[in-house]
T-cell receptor, first 112, second 116 residues
Framework: EDQVTQSPEALRLQEGESSSLNCSYT??????LFWYRQDPGKGPEFLFT???AGEEKEKERLKATLTKKESFLHITAPKPEDSATYLC?????????????FGTGTLLAVQP | EAGVAQSPRYKIIEKRQSVAFWCNPI?????LYWYQQILGQGPKLLIQ????????DSQLPKDRFSAERLKGVDSTLKIQPAKLEDSAVYLC??????????????FGPGTRLTVL
C-alpha cells in the first residue's frame, strides 16, 4: 500500500535557525513527489515537484531533495512568515488516477 | 490568473441533513479533484474528474456522497444524509492535463463543514 510518513509532527524554531523536515514514502512506482504549504484556514499552496532520486529544487529559503525512500525540505534562516503546515504527497505511477497521497504534515512555528 | 473558487467557505448543519459544495476550477483545466481533509490529517481524494467523466471514485462513500461535473467545468459535491464523521474541510483542486500525467494540482480555499 502506498504510504507517506512525515516527521516531526511539529517543529518550533527561532528566527534564523535552519532545520529540515522529513518525508518518508513507500510507493509502487513514483511518478512525482510534491511539497505543499498550508496556512490556517487556507488550501494547500504548491511549492515543489520532484521526479527522481538526486533531484533538488530551491525557492527562496526552501530547498527540497529526493532519495529513493525519502525527501527532505530544508529551511535556511527561516522567518516568522515561514510558519505553516508543510505537506508532502506522492503520486504513484500507473493507472488512470492522478491522486495525491498525503502525509499528515509538519507544523512549523518560527519565533522572532 | 484566477485560482480555484469554492463556496460556501463555512457550513454548519445537523446530522442527517443534506449539504452541497460548489467548485469552479482554474480556466482550461481538464482535471478536477475533491479531497476531504479531517483535522490533523492530510487531504484524502474522494473523486477525480477528467472533463465531465469520473476517473476515480474508489474512496467516495457512495451511499451518502455524490458529485457531478456538468459541461466539464464547475462541480458540485453533495452529502445526504450527513454524519458526525463528515466534519472536515472539503478541498477542490484542478490540474491542467489529463489523467496519467504528472502535473501540479492547485487547490482552492476549501469549505469547512461542521456536523452537529
Amino acid at each position: 500500500e502506498d504510504q507517506v510518513t512525515q516527521s516531526p509532527e511539529a517543529l518550533r524554531l527561532q528566527e534564523g535557525e535552519s532545520s529540515s523536515l522529513n518525508c518518508s514514502y513507500t510507493v509502487s512506482g513514483l511518478r512525482g513527489l510534491f511539497w505543499y504549504r498550508q496556512d490556517p484556514g487556507k488550501g494547500p499552496e504548491f511549492l515543489f515537484t520532484l521526479y527522481s532520486a538526486g533531484e533538488e529544487k530551491e525557492k527562496e529559503r526552501l530547498k527540497a531533495t529526493l532519495t529513493k525512500k525519502e525527501s527532505f525540505l530544508h529551511i535556511t534562516a527561516p522567518k516568522p512568515e515561514d510558519s505553516a503546515t508543510y505537506l508532502c504527497a506522492v503520486q504513484a505511477r500507473g493507472g488512470a488516477t492522478n491522486k495525491l497521497i498525503f502525509g499528515t504534515g509538519t507544523l512549523l512555528a518560527v519565533q522572532p | 490568473e484566477a485560482g480555484v473558487a469554492q463556496s460556501p467557505r463555512y457550513k454548519i448543519i445537523e446530522k442527517r441533513q443534506s449539504v452541497a459544495f460548489w467548485c469552479n476550477p482554474i480556466s482550461g483545466h481538464a482535471t478536477l479533484y475533491w479531497y476531504q481533509q479531517i483535522l490533523g490529517q492530510g487531504p484524502k481524494l474522494l473523486i477525480q474528474f477528467q472533463n465531465n467523466g469520473v476517473v476515480d471514485d474508489s474512496q467516495l462513500p457512495k451511499d451518502r456522497f455524490s458529485a457531478e461535473r456538468l459541461k466539464g467545468v464547475d462541480s458540485t459535491l453533495k452529502i445526504q444524509p450527513a454524519k458526525l464523521e463528515d466534519s472536515a474541510v472539503y478541498l477542490c483542486a484542478s490540474s491542467p492535463r489529463a489523467r496519467g500525467f504528472t502535473d501540479t494540482q492547485y487547490f482552492g480555499p476549501g469549505t469547512r463543514l461542521t456536523v452537529l
